[in-house]
């Protein structure tokens, strides 16, 4: 199962593109790459996931190397309630095991 | 609104006592997964089922016990309650188990243990 590491936190403000990066350098290759996203108190929710390449949707875009060992989540101009921990999982093609990390803490200021 | 139903949305109880979890899942969706999170712990991965079955045990405690019923409901069971135990506790569904999950979550039910 990928472990994967972020940063733990980012300050960003609104209107801007925000970029979080993910390394998962041990990724096998039925390994998917997810993304959650998750506000205090409540359930985390599933923003986009990818094998690789790129992936858009209308929340994000993930970006990820043709060697998998990262990927970027991308969130075009985000607002205040973009303030929340985004999760990058490593997800195993057969069992599916959901391993969270620790999560980058985002913060978009005014 | 996931679709996912856990119950009760809060829980106060004492140290050394027993308490059930419900978790109903998203129509159709056969896994379930069950999550811990505490303020210094972050998401732990529990345990999880999928169409009645055990597939994956994560870091629960012996204390803890999970099953599936037919009906694809679930339940977690904590007992011998301590203080550590308090938490938020998540119950996710998915259709499937696979590298492309998408998993739904609940909204939790905030343990107390006093």
């Known amino acids: 199962l990928a472990k994967t590491t972020q940063p733990i936190s980012m300050d960003s403000y609104e209107g801007q593109e925000v970029n979080i990066t993910c390394s998962h350098n041990?990724?096998?290759?039925?390994?998917?790459i997810t993304w959650y996203q998750q506000f205090p108190s409540q359930g985390p929710r599933f923003i986009i996931q990818?094998?690789?390449t790129k992936v858009t949707n209308e929340v994000a875009s993930l970006f990820i190397p043709a060697d998998r060992k990262s990927s970027t989540l991308s969130l075009p101009r985000v607002s205040l309630s973009d303030t929340a921990v985004y999760y990058c999982?490593?997800?195993?093609?057969?069992?599916?095991?959901?391993?969270f990390g620790q999560g980058t803490e985002l913060s978009v200021k005014p | 609104d996931s679709g996912v139903t856990q119950t009760p949305k809060h829980l106060i109880t004492a140290t050394g006592q027993r308490v059930t979890l419900r978790c109903s899942p998203r129509s159709g969706d056969l896994s379930v997964y069950w999550y811990q999170q505490s303020l210094d712990q972050g998401l732990q991965f529990l345990i999880q089922y999928y169409n009645g079955e055990e597939r994956a045990k994560g870091n629960i405690l012996e204390r803890f016990s999970a099953q599936q019923f037919p009906d694809l409901h679930s339940e977690l069971n904590l007992s011998s309650l301590e203080l550590g135990d308090s938490a938020l506790y998540f119950c996710?569904?998915?259709?499937?188990?696979?590298?492309?999950?998408?998993?739904?979550f609940g909204q939790g039910t905030r343990l107390t243990v006093v």
């Open positions: 996710a569904s998915s259709v499937v188990t696979g590298g492309n999950t998408e998993a739904f």
């Open positions: 990818g094998y690789k």
């Open positions: 041990n990724i096998a290759t039925n390994d998917y």
């Open positions: 999982l490593g997800v195993e093609n057969q069992g599916g095991k959901l391993i």
